[in-house]
Every structure is written in structure tokens, then in C-alpha cells.
């Protein structure tokens, strides 16, 4: 079977930086994406890892580790408008995607 | 204008009655999804098109089904809708082999 983890609430402080983890379990692996999901919104899309390592884009960054099923997004200097869901999404053999059930981050002032 | 239309964007329809779904992209993608979203458990994927004649079914087929009328339409059907259908719908493409969706507006479907 196929399943991703992903903690269910995290919340922070603004200016702060919150790292939103992810460990997953696939048949086949290609990638790790991350996308925001704002209340009542689409999901949007923030990274995507298929090589080990960090990817830096603005205040956000993304980390795989393929040899512990693991990656994670960093959001740095958080503000008020990142309140929203996360979600990991592994693309596998069959070449679709397979989401997480979503991080709710809640940013207070 | 978006790249990801669907329509309706609203819907509360009765058990038992048939239902569509529609989806257009203008990015030109070959590929496109249909998920559905339930509180709590993220996006699952209900079917999966990479071409015109290429049709797949995801992790919660059952009780639906799907069109692919052209490289930009993909049209989803509930035959006879249930209760437990009652969810929010999204449509999604993508390019090859790249690991970027791009999500539609979403249909919030009620069936009552």
C-alpha cells in the first residue's frame, strides 16, 4: 500500500520559522511535491524534490532524504497570509500522485 | 483568465440522481486528474487521464466514472450519487513527467 504521514496542526509565531515534516511509504518513488491549500481555496504548488538534498525558493525550501522516505518544507519569516494546509504528495509508479492528509499551520501575530 | 476551469462550482443534487462534472484546461497538458477532498483526509485521486485514449482509475473509483472528450476536457460522473459522495471535487493537470499540478477552483458537491 501507499501512505504518507504528516503531523495534523502545527502553529507559530510570525517571523518565526516552522519545519512541516513528512515521511512516506510507496511503491515506486519519483518525487516529493508540497502544495498550500488556503481555506475554501485549490491547492497550489510550492516544490517539488526528486534528488536528495534542499531547494530554496523564497522564504521556502524543501528537503528529501530517498534513502529514509523523509522530506520536509521550511517556511522561514512566517506571516500571517502562510496560515494555511500543506499537504506532501508523492509522485509513484503508475506516474500519479499519492497526498498526504495535510499540515494546518496556524501563523499568530 | 484561469487555466483550470470546472464547472459547477456548487452542487446539491438528491441520491440517486446521475450527475457531471466538468474540467477544461487551456496549459495544454496531456495529463489530468480528478481527486476528491474530504475534512481530514487530503486529496484522493477518483481517476486518471494521459491522453485522449488513456484511462486510469485512481485509489476511489468505485460509484464514478469519466470522460475525455479532448486533450482539454475531462468530464467526471457520478451515475447514481450517494450521501458519502457529498465531498469537494478537483480537477488537476500536469505536464510529463513533471511533479507540478495545477488545481482547478473546485466543485462543492452535496447530495442529499
Known amino acids: 500500500g501507499q501512505s504518507l504521514e504528516q503531523p495534523s496542526e502545527v502553529t507559530a509565531v510570525e517571523g518565526a520559522i516552522v519545519q512541516i515534516n513528512c515521511t512516506y511509504q510507496?511503491?515506486?518513488?519519483?518525487?516529493l511535491s508540497w502544495y498550500q491549500q488556503h481555506d475554501g481555496g485549490a491547492p497550489t504548488f510550492l516544490s517539488y524534490?526528486?534528488?536528495?538534498g534542499l531547494e530554496e525558493t523564497g522564504r521556502f525550501s524543501s528537503f528529501l532524504s530517498r534513502s529514509d522516505s523523509y522530506g520536509y518544507l521550511l517556511l522561514q519569516e512566517l506571516q500571517m497570509k502562510d496560515s494555511a494546509s500543506y499537504f506532501c504528495?508523492?509522485?509513484?509508479?503508475?506516474?500519479?500522485?499519492?497526498f498526504g492528509p495535510g499540515t494546518r499551520l496556524s501563523v499568530l501575530p | 483568465d484561469a487555466d483550470v476551469t470546472q464547472t459547477p462550482r456548487n452542487r446539491i443534487t438528491k441520491t440517486g440522481k446521475r450527475i457531471m462534472l466538468e474540467c477544461s484546461q487551456t496549459?495544454?497538458?496531456?495529463?489530468m486528474y480528478w481527486y476528491r477532498q474530504d475534512p481530514g483526509l487530503g486529496l484522493r485521486l477518483i481517476y486518471y487521464?494521459?491522453?485522449?485514449?488513456?484511462?486510469n482509475k485512481g485509489e476511489i473509483s468505485d460509484g464514478y466514472s469519466v470522460s475525455r472528450q479532448a486533450q482539454a476536457k475531462f468530464s467526471l460522473s457520478l451515475e447514481s450519487a450517494i450521501p458519502n459522495q457529498t465531498a469537494l471535487y478537483f480537477c488537476?493537470?500536469?505536464?510529463?513527467?513533471?511533479?507540478?499540478?495545477?488545481f482547478g477552483p473546485g466543485t462543492r458537491l452535496t447530495v442529499t
Open positions: 488537476a493537470t500536469s505536464a510529463g513527467l513533471a511533479g507540478e499540478q495545477y
Open positions: 510507496t511503491s515506486g518513488f519519483y518525487g
Open positions: 524534490n526528486a534528488l536528495d
Open positions: 504528495a508523492v509522485r509513484s509508479y503508475g506516474q500519479n500522485f499519492v
Open positions: 496549459k495544454g497538458h496531456d495529463r
Open positions: 487521464s494521459f491522453d485522449v485514449k488513456d484511462i
